[in-house]
């Protein structure tokens, strides 16, 4: 089946260290891609998008890769804070452009 | 200007009751979304639907399931005879035209089935 998956169910870090949160994707049609963070209680919250015709987008401390030759994509945060501890999903569309595909989650953890 | 709104936040049924789950986009916002989330899983599509039709409801179970978006009022997301499997989380999104960018999510309602 057509799924999105998240290599590590959890990454520890220290508060200013770079954070890397991985995904892998399945499906080659996908043209559009997603972050978002969820905190306890919370909806998700949209971090940063990347269309396929693109490898590199920067947002504000974070940076989203997409590698399409391995169906590869990451979410990088720099100098991490502890309000940056949530659960991060990777999402995709499927091809219809509506329905959203999420992995099953990396829950990061910022100690001081 | 207020986000997607969803309630109840909580709600707890009896097994075989039913349970309605209210959601009001956002401001502008024609195209609403539901997802369920059980524990520690990413969340899972259910329903598409614009004002007053259902666009995708590929992800919804066919029986006991039903989803509504009238022209007047929030969408509701119907579900009868509730069975402990259907204690979840679920999230509504909406946004102002169709895709997936701009996508907006609520807080959830949280069911929980006794």
């Known amino acids: 089946g057509e799924s999105v998956g998240l290599h590590l169910p959890t990454l520890s870090v220290q508060e200013g260290d770079n954070s890397i949160i991985n995904c892998a994707y399945s499906n080659s049609a996908s043209d559009y891609f997603i972050w978002y963070k969820q905190e306890s209680g919370k909806g998700p919250q949209f971090i940063i998008d990347?269309?396929?015709?693109?490898d590199k987008r920067q947002g504000q401390r974070v940076t989203v890769l997409l590698n399409k030759t391995v169906k590869h994509l990451s979410l990088q945060i720099a100098a991490t804070q502890p309000g940056d501890s949530a659960v991060y999903f990777c999402a995709e569309t499927g091809q219809a452009g509506t329905a959203l595909i999420f992995g099953k989650g990396t829950t990061l953890s910022v100690s001081s | 200007n207020a986000g997607v709104m969803q309630n109840p936040r909580h709600l707890v049924r009896r097994r075989g009751q039913e349970a309605r789950l209210r959601c009001s986009p956002m401001?502008?916002?024609?195209?609403v979304y539901w997802y369920r989330q059980l524990p520690e899983e990413g969340l899972k599509f259910m329903v598409y639907l614009q004002k007053e039709n259902i666009i995708d409801e590929s992800g919804m179970p066919k029986e006991r399931f039903s989803a509504e978006f009238p022209k007047e009022g929030p969408s509701i997301l119907r579900i009868q005879q509730v069975v402990r499997g259907d204690s979840a989380a679920y999230f509504c999104?909406?946004?102002?035209?169709?895709?997936?960018?701009?996508?907006?999510f609520g807080s959830g309602t949280r069911l929980t089935v006794v």
């Open positions: 990347i269309r396929s015709n693109m």
């Open positions: 401001k502008g916002h024609s195209h």
């Open positions: 999104a909406s946004s102002p035209r169709q895709g997936a960018s701009g996508y907006t």
